[in-house]
């Protein structure tokens, strides 16, 4: 009797191991694919300005690559933020202030980035940002960047900074106040996707 229900038991092993393995494998469903970031458009490209200035000097400019955009930060330590005023508006053709002088930007359009602060100290005249009149921005490589192109520093005139954003065409754009800096980011699309 103990032998009949050894055999028994290994043919009910025997049979459920032949069962399993006859059964194939099922693979796990398919992850599903990375979805592109979405990205705000509604920025519009008109011109952006707000009423008001500061003594206290820029200091640097820098920039930056994100997922939808480029982005330009003026840094004005020392500002608040109600006092960064500013003007960043499409141009034709840069005018620097004072001379008119054309300053070239390369780019497909030309982003006028005007901050009311000065890129010199008001009290000696020294300058704080130590860049030359048409000259590309110091410390700003815009290798790899989507949308920026070039970047000029216009001048400084009478308290106010003019500087050229040279980028691929004309985006939408939006200008960010923060307690010592100003901020522009420049769309990648029109179409809110990105690449």
């Known amino acids: ?7 028994c038991a290994t043919v009910v ?3 459920a191991t032949l069962v399993t393995a006859a059964v194939p494998a099922v693979a796990a469903p398919p992850a599903a694919p990375a979805t592109a970031a979405a990205c705000s458009t509604g920025w519009g490209s008109g011109d952006k300005a707000a009423t008001a200035a500061t003594t206290a000097s820029v200091r640097d400019v820098r920039t930056g690559r994100h ?7 003026v840094d004005v330590p020392g500002a608040a933020r ?9 141009v034709d053709r840069l005018h620097q202030d004072g001379s008119g002088r054309h300053v070239p930007v390369s780019g497909g359009a030309i982003l ?17 940002l130590p860049a ?24 400084s005139f009478e308290g106010d900074t003019q500087i ?4 691929r065409g004309r985006l939408p754009f939006r200008v ?17 996707a990105a690449r």
């Open 112 to 128: 006028e980035v005007r901050v009311t602060a000065p890129a010199y100290d008001p009290e000696t005249g020294a300058a704080t």
């Open 13 to 15: 092993l025997l049979g």
């Open 176 to 192: 960010l106040q923060f307690d010592g800096r100003l901020v522009i980011d420049v769309a990648h699309t029109w179409t809110g």
């Open 132 to 155: 030359r009149a048409g000259g590309v921005l110091p410390g700003v490589d815009l290798t790899g960047y989507r949308t920026f192109r070039d970047a000029r520093f216009a001048g």
């Open 67 to 73: 997922d939808c955009y480029d982005r330009m930060v």
């Open 164 to 167: 050229g954003l040279g980028v």
């Open 82 to 90: 109600g006092d960064l005023g500013h003007v960043v508006r499409y």
């Open 1 to 7: 009797m103990l032998q009949s229900r050894t055999v």
